[in-house]
């Protein structure tokens, strides 16, 4: 069975701080995605990694893909409460065009 | 953004009746998907589709078909609901260069009493 581990399950900070998101796994992809959900809608595309060791920075947001290419973070720098939602990672292999997708994790920045 | 809608966007069913869920998009991408998503078990794919008529199962298919007979509808039915689908359902595309890339539709949120 493949899994896409993500770590912490919930995160409740105030706003300024930073945050880091973990999504493990044992198995190597090919890329990785990283997607926000607010409630009510569907999740939306943030980033694409595809290269081992990859960073890739959306304003205040860090990604990161491992050099194995089993596990990635998401850094939050300054959390603002417009980044409240639930992120998740998701795995893609050569071998078919489906996503393997991590659990998720609920961030809520308070004011 | 990608054109997908979704409908209804909202229904109540009873159990042992059919339901349909209809995704369609504008975008003329090859893969389609409907997923289910529940509170501890993230998304989970139902059914997939690689091209008109060409479709194949999921992780937890059992309870659903689907069809497309046009590039642009993908649809899902519940051939009898249970009480276990009630769900929030998603339809995604897969990107048109980078297919593994999917953006989502709305949901339909679909109760079974």
């Known amino acids: 069975t493949q899994l896409l581990e993500q770590s912490p399950q919930f995160l409740s900070i105030q706003e300024g701080e930073n945050l880091t998101v973990y999504c493990n796994s044992s198995s190597v992809f090919s890329s990785l995605q990283w997607y926000r959900q607010e409630p009510g809608e569907g999740p939306v595309l943030l980033v694409t990694?595809?290269?081992g060791g990859e960073v890739k920075k959306l304003k205040r947001l860090t990604f990161q893909f491992g050099d194995a290419r089993k596990d990635s973070s998401l850094h939050i720098t300054a959390a603002q409460p417009g980044d409240t939602g639930l992120y998740l990672c998701a795995g893609a292999m050569d071998s078919n065009y489906q996503l393997i997708w991590g659990a998720g994790t609920k961030l809520i920045i308070k004011p | 953004d990608a054109g997908i809608t979704q409908s209804p966007r909202h229904k109540v069913t009873e159990t042992g009746t059919p339901v349909t869920l209809r995704c369609h998009q504008t975008?003329?991408?090859?893969?389609m998907y409907w997923y289910r998503q529940d509170p501890g078990h993230g998304l989970r794919l139902i059914h997939y589709s690689y091209g008109v008529k060409d479709t194949d199962k999921g992780e937890v298919s059992d309870g659903y078909s689907v069809s497309r007979s046009k590039t642009e509808d993908f649809l899902l039915t519940l051939e009898s609901a249970t009480s276990s689908q009630t769900s929030v359902y998603f339809c995604?595309?897969?990107?048109?260069?980078?297919?593994?890339?999917?953006?989502f539709g709305p949901g339909t949120r679909l109760t079974v009493t």
């Open positions: 990694v595809v290269t």
């Open positions: 975008e003329n991408h090859r893969y």
């Open positions: 995604a595309i897969g990107g048109r260069d980078r297919i593994y890339e999917q953006y």
